[in-house]
Nanobody, 121 residues
């Protein structure tokens, strides 16, 4: 089971990025997929998740209306489209697979390596 996050980079405030989480070793439908981020000196926090049970999508309050999670079952990729980025969005972004869709790390069994997003002011 592997997850590989990519798509990070440096972007100006107000800009957009789309992160990708490529999944291998298991069917995408078998797990709920979450996106997390960790800013320097802070704990890892949940950003968004996609429930395997009913396809529901959840977002952390600060990203609602700006971020969109969606998936391509054929390509086995889960995306996080991020718009209107601001410096507070800076951090290493991780994708994870688990039984439940949650904004905490505990339910997730598998993690990708992370991709760095830097938003300049």
């Amino acid at each position: 089971v592997q997850l590989q996050a990519s798509g990070g980079g440096l972007v100006q405030s107000g800009g957009s990025l789309t992160l990708s989480c490529a999944i291998s070793g298991f069917p995408l439908e078998a797990y709920s997929i979450g996106w997390f981020r960790q800013a320097p000196g802070k704990e890892r926090e949940g950003v968004s998740c996609f429930s395997k049970s009913d396809g529901s999508k959840y977002y952390e309050d600060s990203v609602k209306g700006r971020f969109t999670i969606f998936r391509d079952n054929v390509k086995k990729v889960v995306y996080l489209q991020m718009t209107r980025l601001n410096p507070e969005d800076t951090g290493v972004y991780y994708c994870a697979a688990g039984e439940w869709c949650a904004m905490i790390t505990e339910p997730y069994d598998y993690w990708g390596q992370g991709t760095l997003v830097t938003v300049s002011s």
